[in-house]
């Protein structure tokens, strides 16, 4: 089997992917906890509810989903009308690997978490978190920006990327031979003009295709 490292997370190109999740995760709400953990004493959301919210949120924008089994490993995989796709890799764990229910329950779990991390779905606060006060975090937390679709006709608000994704970019760019007009050619694609005004989904998928598609080196190293 191949190490999970080395298989594709990707199509070619998810620019339409990326656009269409992002219109999904804005009409999206959180995606209610619907069941109860009597040993955790939590509240905590199914696997059903959650194909339930993708169906209603994501399935409007072309999206779907799938889910198979590579040996012990979950792959789960969201399309896009488009043909485009983007995929996780998620091993099963099970304590009791020859108990068809354990890994059966094993299985669920990993799909929950799969799809929701993929589709960037969240659960919010269960009852008992909401009546905690708030954390205190020494995690500067981005800044909310806007940016114009690229042929003007619609203004949508995200929340930037930090400084420390910012000089992360440009250390992965560097390092895979993408100059600084490489990514603004990407980034135009988007109908975002600076790095800080990328949105998590398009920062990731920036970073992903900058490692996929590497550029030759000039002599003497990477592009300045």
Known sequence: MENIIDLPIQSEKIIDLIKALETAQKASTHVSKDAKNPYFKSNYTTYDNAVEHFIKFYSETGLS?????????L???IYHSSGQWIRSYHPIVCAKPNDPQAFGSALTYGKR???MALA???S?????EAAMPPRQSNISQPSHVKTQTKDGSATVSHAGITEAQIIRLKIIAKNNGWSIDDMKRYMEQLGVTE???LSWIQYEALCNNIEKFPKPMAKGG???
């Not at 799938?66 to 012990?72: R, Y």
């Not at 919010?124 to 008992?128: A, E, F, L, M, V």
Request: hydrophobic share 30%.
């Open 65 to 73: 989903f799938s889910h198979s089994l590579l040996g012990n490993i």
């Open 120 to 122: 960037g779905m969240s």
């Open 113 to 115: 978490y799969s799809l």
């Open 75 to 77: 792959v789960t995989t």
């Open 195 to 197: 790095a800080k005004n």
């Open 124 to 128: 919010g606060d269960d009852d008992g």
């Open 222 to 224: 990477a592009h300045e």
